[in-house]
């Protein structure tokens, strides 16, 4: 996949789950299992939808830089990135704090993990032999 096609897949997977976490946190977290009961509860969840939000701009914007530096550390920003969310959502599965659909994140969090992954090898390796 190309470097346009991971931030365009990226774009699409966080959009929609961000502003449905800003607009509506209680009635998605309850899809996860998760209780919303508080205001402040909600409130995180929006901030949650507007970092999502954060994060399909930024996606958006950089789908056509053509600098492969600039490519490699968004790959790299990316693949970590989603590392984490990955391990998030497998210990609030394993550990009951979410429901078995919090499961679809983590795959969703490992394919990009992988897709990033792949792209900063990739654009790692074209750098090195232009070098030589």
Do not use: E
Not at 50 to 66: E, H, P, V
Not at 100 to 111: K, N, R
Request: proline share 2%.
């Amino acid at each position: 996949m190309s470097f346009r096609t991971v931030c365009f897949l990226a774009v699409i997977a966080t959009a929609p789950f961000g502003l449905m976490f800003l607009l509506a946190p209680q009635w998605l977290g309850a899809l996860y299992g998760l209780d919303y009961g508080t205001p402040g509860s909600a409130m995180l969840g929006r901030l949650y939808g507007a970092a999502l939000l954060l994060l399909a701009g930024l996606f958006f914007a950089m789908s056509d830089i053509a600098d492969s530096r600039a490519q490699q550390r968004t790959a790299a920003a990316g693949c970590f990135a989603c590392a984490l969310g990955a391990l998030v959502s497998v210990h609030a599965t394993l550990t009951g704090v979410t429901n078995a659909l919090m499961w679809s994140t983590a795959v969703l969090y490992g394919f990009f993990v992988v897709a990033w992954a792949v792209l900063r090898l990739r654009q790692r390796s074209a750098s090195a032999h232009q070098l030589a």
